[in-house]
């Protein structure tokens, strides 16, 4: 069954560094996600992106943030300077259409020190 | 503010036992999902609903939307303990939102 992967599954960075969490959707979907879970609370929306552009995003979503599909598999999402409380469960997701149906990765754990 | 509030957070049952777990809100939403969560794990998704008071089976899972599209229920009955684990409700206000609000979550314990 085709699924949605994430690399690394775990990463470790210093305050300050930059970090590119790596994902790629399953390969006939057309939207894609990233939402992040940070310990012991609720999953929580990131951004979408369909048709190589962000469709919504977030509050969360700053300018430190930024998502790109640099080829046909990869979506990455950026996190230009990391702070301590970008520490949490980064999970990519995708759809083959609009509709609800959501797959999502197993996830990135990100933490900052 | 939480949008979607899920009720009870955790709950622990003997094996075969049923057990229901809410999800609620003072927000209509145009259609509500149910996930389970694994440690170290993404969610993966068990139900969409979109009509309200539409009921949907999976097995010995039940899943109600309520009539007024702001609250869901998730009932398993006889329940096992491959049913452990978070269960989590999300939601869409508008057809055509991107974003997925989440409950926190009810974290299921069956017991052999």
């Known amino acids: 069954e085709p699924e949605v992967t994430q690399t690394p599954s775990h990463q470790v960075t210093q305050m300050g560094q930059e970090v590119i969490l790596r994902c790629v959707p399953i390969s006939n979907h057309l939207y894609f996600y990233w939402y992040r879970q940070i310990l012991g609370q609720k999953v929580e929306f990131l951004v979408s992106?369909?048709?190589?552009?962000?469709?919504?995003k977030s509050e969360i979503f700053d300018d430190q943030f930024s998502v790109e599909r640099p080829d046909g598999s990869n979506f990455t999402l950026k996190i230009r300077s990391t702070k301590l409380e970008d520490s949490a469960m980064y999970f990519c997701a995708s759809s083959p259409n609009g509709t609800p149906k959501l797959f999502f990765g197993s996830g990135t754990q990100l933490s900052v020190l | 503010t939480q949008l979607l509030e899920q009720s009870p957070q955790f709950l622990s049952i003997q094996e075969g036992e049923n057990l229901t777990v809410y999800c609620n809100s003072s927000?209509?939403?145009?259609?509500l999902q149910w996930y389970r969560q694994e440690p170290g794990e993404g969610p993966v998704l068990l139900v969409t609903v979109v009509t309200g008071g539409e009921v949907k089976k999976l097995k010995r899972l039940t899943f109600q939307f309520g009539d007024a599209r702001k609250d869901s229920s998730l009932h398993i009955t006889a329940a096992q303990t491959g049913d452990t684990g978070l269960y989590l409700c999300a939601g869409r206000l508008r057809s055509n939102d991107y974003k997925l609000s989440f409950g926190a979550g009810t974290t299921v314990t069956v017991r052999a």
């Open positions: 992106f369909y048709n190589n552009e962000i469709s919504e």
């Open positions: 927000s209509v939403f145009s259609s």
